[in-house]
């Protein structure tokens, strides 16, 4: 056989390899004389097929190339690209693992195959037997982490994060005080719950219960964040859970809770939504001795609607602190499994991931995926197998961790922090738990899952499992550590409730600080000064109608340009392009920023403004105002994508973040701004009233509405 079709025996060919012995099958002369040959060797030889399943396919059965023909590569390519399938991720055991895929692979090894000493490729180990290898990349594949990111297209991406999970190291025992740390994270989520379940008896809280381990899951963020300098995390989230990230998480006082769940309001403060609506801001001192900034955004009930939102408001933060890669501020977006599959401002706001003028370096993505959204099940709310499947198709590596295991949702966290920092890619961890109580807790679920709802009833909490875990490890732990903790918890948020009542806390709304502790939410009493020196109004349209001389734009351009310089002296009218590039520099020679953006903005959808120029014969691009002085601010004018509902979101996100900034959203159309509706009523004209949040967002809507 020569050496190229002899490549095809190793890797992940098994597809190929199977379709040409399928055509010798059926004809035989259908292929070259060496596979011919080649597979009439098969085809006299015995093989023992072990513990067969019956899974394998006919042919694969009846002739499986040897070991030291196919080599190791395909069979762990198996475990990289399909182990996922065959991974223990649902706590409640409804959905089990599928070996079908691993099975067919390890049910052609004989016993003399698993005894062979192979390279295993395995950091720490070196050579080992292949069984001992199988053994390993079980525990890395099949256990209750399974990891998508076998289609990532980047070679090194792919590579770097399989090294990382096939070492000793990435599976190796945590320490005392990482489980401990994981118990006490995990206990308070659950015992908050419970605790308000007891104090506020028929209340909706939109209870965490059965995802108690994103409490964790934060909690190694927030610290890794600290381990990798991070500056701020910004969160965003729906209702479900979100007191319990607040109080654990954020560390808001619970007294604060406790107040808007009694409804005690301020004198001064005044607002129009629930509790699980609000936001909250707060600094953390991490282990590594770094501060890291926490941010939860304020939310209305429209899931998904706050992404974009988050995204923008985390760029405009980079762009302040001329955090150009994004490795010091990071977007954290959590969803509902329904939601992500279901609402499509998910899959705009993922497109925005690699595109100039949105990225952020990466957003931490977590799924809380309760199996159900309200009394949906997934076959009836999404045609893919998991409800992150969407995101394959953005190059997103996937992790999917099983609820009831928060030492390996510790491991993932590691390893996506550090993809995300080195790759300034999205990551995403899927985390398959389950919602213990209804939809809220006046809901019951069991009317239309009953069969599901009996398994949870008698499913441990994920504390309780974690607990009998440590418990079981009793060279290491000992009651005392357990007891020390949840008594620490109870007694803290006891003590936290009784300490409301005695000094009458009342609902406070977190906003109006940072950099809006400047501007008031009172009328001006004069109109501001406008006023440019006669030199500034020069040193503006000199920009705007002198290009470098090695600079070659369209010919029609340059009349363009020629024309504007009779407008600034008064030949011809000022026509409404150049009146806006004017006013735009006006504002920049002031020392204020612009940013600009949607579909077609650099031209202008009516070719009017050509804020951006374009060289004819290389294609480089020229910002004009980008050239008025030194002092000036920056401007920067963006093409967005085909998208209104998360560019507009995104936009006034960043519209919080950079109040000394003019930024601007346009419609391509006026009209197209319908399909950002939700953005519009959600957060543009009603933030100030719900949230006392506001905001400095211009938003153009050309050619009328139509």
Not at 165 to 178: H, R
């Amino acid at each position: 056989m020569n050496s190229e079709n002899s490549m095809l025996l190793y890797g992940d060919n098994t597809l190929l390899l199977e379709g040409l012995y399928e055509e010798y099958s059926k004809n035989p002369s259908s292929v070259s004389e060496d596979w011919r040959k080649f597979f009439s060797e098969l085809d006299s030889q015995k093989y023992t097929n072990g513990k067969s399943t019956g899974l394998v396919s006919p042919s694969i059965e009846k002739s499986p190339p040897p070991l030291h023909e196919m080599g190791i590569l395909n069979l762990q390519n198996a475990y990289r690209r399909q182990g996922h399938l065959a991974a223990n991720l649902d706590p409640l055991g409804i959905n089990k693992p599928n070996r079908k895929f691993i099975d067919q692979k390890l049910n052609n090894l004989t016993e003399i195959d698993l005894n062979t000493v192979v390279e295993s490729g395995i950091g720490g180990v070196g050579k080992a037997k292949l069984k001992e290898v199988i053994d390993w990349f079980e525990k890395f594949y099949c256990s209750t982490i399974g990891s998508e990111h076998y289609y990532l297209v980047n070679d090194e991406e792919r590579e770097w994060l399989q090294s990382k999970m096939e070492s000793t190291e990435y599976v190796k025992d945590l320490t005392k005080g990482e489980k401990l740390r994981l118990f006490e994270k995990v206990f308070q989520a659950e015992y908050f719950e419970e605790f308000l379940a007891k104090k506020f008896v028929g209340k909706k809280r939109f209870s965490l219960e059965g995802g108690e381990t994103l409490i964790p899951i934060l909690d190694t963020i927030v610290e890794e964040a600290g381990k990798h300098d991070m500056n701020q995390l910004v969160i965003g989230m729906a209702h479900r859970g979100r007191l319990n990230v607040l109080v654990n998480i954020i560390e808001k006082p619970a007294g604060l809770i406790f107040a808007e769940f009694e409804e005690k309001t301020g004198e001064d403060e005044h607002y129009a939504d629930v509790k699980y609506h609000l936001g909250y801001h707060n600094t953390k001192m991490t282990k590594a001795k770094k501060e890291v900034k926490l941010s939860l955004g304020f939310n209305p009930s429209h899931l998904e609607a706050v992404n974009p939102v988050i995204t923008g408001n985390v760029r405009a933060k980079q762009a302040i602190e001329k955090d150009k890669l994004g490795v010091k501020y990071m977007p954290i977006l959590i969803h509902g499994d329904a939601a992500f599959a279901g609402q499509g401002v998910v899959a705009e706001t993922l497109n925005l991931m690699n595109i100039e003028g949105y990225t952020t370096g990466g957003t931490f993505h977590i799924v809380i995926n309760n199996q159900i959204g309200f009394t949906t099940l997934p076959n009836e709310s999404r045609s893919t197998l998991y409800a992150t499947d969407l995101a394959k198709g953005f190059q997103i590596p996937i992790f999917h961790v099983n609820g009831d295991d928060p030492e390996a949702a510790l491991r993932v966290v590691k390893l996506c922090l550090e993809y995300r920092q080195k790759f300034h890619k999205d990551v995403i961890i899927d985390l398959i738990c389950y919602r213990r109580l209804g939809h809220n807790e006046t809901d019951e679920p069991a009317f239309t899952q009953p069969l599901m709802y009996d398994i949870i009833k008698n499913h441990k909490s994920t504390s309780k499992i974690y607990e009998a875990r440590l418990a079981a490890q009793q060279s290491e732990f000992v009651q005392e550590d357990i007891d020390f903790i949840k008594n620490g918890v109870k007694k803290g948020l006891e003590d936290s409730f009784q300490r409301a009542k005695e000094r009458d806390i009342r609902m406070q709304v977190d906003t109006m600080k940072g950099l809006w502790s400047n501007y008031s939410k009172e009328p001006l009493d004069s109109e501001p000064a406008t006023k440019l020196l006669s030199n500034q109004m020069e040193a503006i349209v000199r920009a705007l109608t002198e290009i470098p001389k090695d600079f070659h734009p369209n010919p029609k351009l340059i009349r363009l340009i020629e024309n504007r310089k009779k407008m600034a002296i008064g030949e011809i009218p000022i026509d409404w392009g150049f009146a806006e590039l004017l006013s735009f520099g006006s504002i920049l020679e002031n020392g204020f920023r612009i940013r600009l953006s949607g579909q077609d903005a650099q031209r202008g959808t009516f070719s009017h403004r050509h804020a951006i120029l374009v060289d004819s014969n290389n294609g480089k691009k020229y910002s004009p105002l980008c050239h008025i002085s030194e002092k000036q601010g920056n401007f920067e004018v963006i093409n967005s994508s085909l998208s209104e509902y998360a560019v507009l979101g995104y936009e006034y996100g960043y519209s919080l973040s950079d109040p000394n900034a003019l930024v601007i959203w346009e419609a391509q159309f006026g009209d197209f701004a319908n399909t950002a509706q939700v953005i519009f009523d959600q957060f543009i004209s009603s933030s100030e009233i719900k949230w006392q949040k506001m905001s400095g967002l211009v938003v153009l809507l050309p050619h009328g509405y139509e």
